[in-house]
C-alpha cells in the first residue's frame, strides 16, 4: 500500500482543497492529512485561522478522498508527522514552495526514502483561502 501524506491549513474545506485531495489520492492508495495547529498557522500567516484544529481536522476527515486525518507538528521544520506516518510520497499544494524546498533539502535526515511532489492548483484566483476570507 502506497501512502501519501499532505499537508495544509484547510481552514473552511472547499472545492479547490477537494481537488487538492483528489490529486494527492492519485499519488496512493492511503491519503493521509496532515491540518496545521492553530500556533504553526501563526507563524505562517501571521494570523489564527478561523476554525479551531480540532473542527479542521473533523472537517478534512468527513472528505470522502482523505482516509485519516490529524493535527500536524507543533514545531515548524521537525517533521515528526513524516517520521511517524512514514509516505511513500509527501504531497504539498502550489503555495507551499517553502515547505517543499526545506523539505527536498533536509530529506537526508530521513532514514527512509519518499518522493515530495507539488500539486496544481485549481482556480487559485478564485478559491484560495485568503481571496475566501477576506484576508
Partial sequence: MKKVLLFGVFDGVHDGHRDLFRQAREFGDYLMVA?????????????????PLGERVAQVAREPDV????????????????????????????????????????????????????????RPEELHNSLLDGR
Wanted: a negative charge.
Fill in 35 to 51: 491540518v496545521a495547529p492553530d500556533n504553526i498557522v501563526q507563524q505562517l500567516k501571521h494570523s489564527l485561522p478561523r476554525a
Fill in 67 to 122: 482516509d485519516e486525518a490529524f493535527g500536524g507538528d507543533e514545531l515548524l521544520g521537525s517533521y515528526h508527522v513524516i517520521r511517524s506516518h512514514v509516505p511513500d510520497t509527501v504531497a504539498l499544494g502550489y503555495d507551499q514552495q517553502a515547505l517543499y524546498d526545506d523539505l527536498t533539502a533536509r530529506k537526508d535526515e530521513f532514514d527512509f526514502d519518499f518522493e515530495v511532489v507539488m500539486l496544481q492548483p485549481h
